[in-house]
């Protein structure tokens, strides 16, 4: 079993090392296992050839540097189109997010589990927050009422639509599930070559949700495997999903990313359902925290920003073809 580690950096050269270092010992084990860095034109080459330089790292690690910042899926697609074309041959492929850190004997479990389970196109790890408490979720795909759910956020009507929110609450032992986060999950082989690459026109957020949702499509399951953990430190790169801190708005590329979602893979009427069952919920949240007075935890302007790049406008309805090579 040979497993090319793909981890993605902007400017976060501490903490890719840091991951980086947490696979030295998994070598034991997966003896066949290489790692890239790619270098996302943040400014980090340095620190990170740097670390490198370590005689430990010799033979199995490699450090690209990007031509530009294309994103997260275009960062992990420089790698991934060597592997497809046999510069860096891998029957596996595990994404890593640099915030990362694998805990001994990961690599193998998933390893293990892909390789007895052959119709399992994509596996995610079990994650560990920085307190080492278990974060025991992954996702179905979004829906239209799980947008509504994400807008409205209200116990009542949260409960009724528990079946349709995208969080799903995850056992101690290994389940299908319709996506992963990309933060750990592994990747067969011929799921790439029957779906092609990620696609780079999300710059960030939802690119492995449209990942496993391809795979699906092309007959890949996607499971969940707590028994592989591996410490995940969330948000430290964006700020948009760090625990304890809301940001003052939601970055443009969420939106774009999510606009991409849904008018890509269900369509421009799908789309508009979905921006409006969003907005509706956000309506009735806003006035249900002005009436009890509290203050409002939403990141500021969420309202307009959904507004603003909804499918209702007819500038947002264009969808560009994934890069296929």
């Not at 991951?19 to 030295?24: A, F």
């Not at 004997?105 to 390789?115: C, D, S």
Request: hydrophobic share 40%; with cysteine; proline share 6%.
């Amino acid at each position: 079993m040979s497993v090319l580690v793909v981890i993605v950096n902007y400017r976060s050269a501490e903490l890719t090392l840091q991951c980086l270092r947490s696979l030295i010992s998994e070598r034991d084990r997966v003896p066949d296992l290489r790692v890239v860095i790619i270098e996302n034109a943040s400014g980090d080459e340095a620190a990170l050839r740097q670390g490198l330089a370590d005689p430990v790292y010799d033979q199995w690690t490699e450090l690209i540097v990007s031509e530009r910042n294309g994103g997260f899926a275009y960062g992990n697609n420089c790698a991934i189109r060597q592997m497809l074309s046999g510069s860096l041959p891998a029957d596996y492929v595990l994404l890593l997010n640099p915030d990362t850190i694998v805990h001994s004997g990961a690599v193998e479990t998933l390893l293990t589990f892909m390789e007895t389970h052959p119709d399992v196109g994509i596996a995610g790890a079990g994650l560990d927050q920085a307190d080492g408490s278990d974060w025991p979720y992954a996702f179905r795909f979004p829906t239209v009422f799980s947008e509504l759910d994400a807008g409205l956020g209200f116990g009542p009507v949260s409960r009724l639509l528990k079946k349709h929110a995208v969080a799903q609450r995850m056992g101690p032992v290994a389940q299908p599930i319709d996506w992963v986060p990309g933060a750990a999950m592994i990747v067969r082989r011929e799921v790439f070559d029957d779906v092609g690459l990620m696609d780079e026109h999300y710059f960030l957020y939802y690119e492995e949700t449209d990942f496993c949702q391809a795979a699906k499509r092309a007959g890949w399951s996607c499971w969940y495997v707590p028994e592989a953990r591996v410490l995940h430190i969330a948000g430290q790169s964006t700020g948009v999903t760090a625990p304890g801190r809301q940001p003052a708005a939601l970055p443009e590329y969420w939106f774009e990313s999510r606009r991409r979602y849904f008018m890509k893979n269900h369509g421009f009427r799908y789309a508009l359902v979905a921006d409006l069952a969003y907005l509706t919920g956000l309506a009735l949240d806003g006035v249900r925290i002005k009436i009890q007075m509290r203050e409002d935890p939403r990141p500021r302007h969420l309202f307009r920003d959904v507004l603003r790049n909804s499918a209702l406008w007819r500038k947002n309805r264009k969808v560009e073809p994934p890069v296929t090579d």
